[in-house]
């Protein structure tokens, strides 16, 4: 299965500014998808990245607050933007390993204060 | 839509017992796809076990095996003796089958936080 490495691990981030997260996988993916984790939640599906075209938005997700970017095949970012506390969650990218699921990076854990 | 419901916020068991995670779920769909993630505290994501709708065999991993009542929407997950690194959230998660071989999201249950005593 795909391995991926998503960076930051963490961080702690000022009200109104913006943090961006790097996934990057070892192998060429048609699809990544970002989730957020709100703190003792779920996983919820934030957009749908697609390379060579405009990410797909989930109801409640907007590209002005979370710009997707998808530039080739193996890598996408993921900004938060003009950040409050309620954008404190972990962030998670994820990339389809076909019916067997899919595989997650490690999560970004961010702090807005 | 689909929907994942796990009725049990918190779950424990003694180490070496056997505990079993419940999850149903709703959907229109007949072709789909059915997960167990675990994730630790580590926040990982880690893939427990899968089942695909079309097959009636429930699926097993070692220790982990599933009770999938298709009719009854239900997806149940059976850790048979439970060790101390079994402690983590449990997430079970609906993925629909796309028929153009694409990809598909995820839909995943609140959770289970499953707790593995000593």
């Known amino acids: 299965s795909a391995v991926i490495s998503q960076k930051p691990s963490r961080d702690i981030c000022q009200r109104g500014t913006s943090l961006t997260i790097q996934c990057q996988v070892d192998s060429q993916v048609t699809m990544m998808f970002w989730y957020r984790q709100q703190p003792g939640q779920s996983l919820t599906l934030i957009a749908t990245?697609?390379?060579?075209?405009?990410?797909?938005?989930e109801s409640g997700f907007v590209i002005d607050k979370f710009p997707i970017s998808r530039p080739n095949l193996t890598f996408s970012t993921l900004t938060v933007s003009n950040m409050s506390p309620e954008d404190s969650s972990i962030y998670l990218c994820?990339?389809?390993?076909?019916?067997?699921?899919?595989?997650f990076g490690s999560g970004t854990r961010l702090t807005v204060v | 839509a689909q929907t994942v419901t796990q009725s049990q916020p918190e779950m424990s068991v003694q180490e070496a017992e056997t505990v079993t995670l419940s999850c149903t779920y709703d959907t229109s769909e007949n072709n789909y796809y059915l997960f167990w993630y675990k994730q630790p505290p580590s926040r990982q994501m880690i893939l427990v076990i899968r089942?695909?709708?079309?097959?009636?065999q429930n699926a097993t991993e070692n220790r982990f095996s599933v009770n999938f009542q298709k009719a009854a929407k239900s997806f149940s997950l059976k850790i048979s003796d439970s060790q101390l690194g079994d402690t983590a959230m449990y997430f079970c998660a609906f993925m629909k089958h796309h028929a153009q071989g694409g990809s598909e999201k995820l839909v995943f249950g609140k959770g289970t936080k499953l707790t593995v005593n000593p």
């Open positions: 990245a697609n390379q060579g075209s405009e990410a797909t938005y």
């Open positions: 994820s990339v389809e390993t076909g019916a067997y699921g899919y595989t």
């Open positions: 089942q695909e709708a079309y097959k009636q």
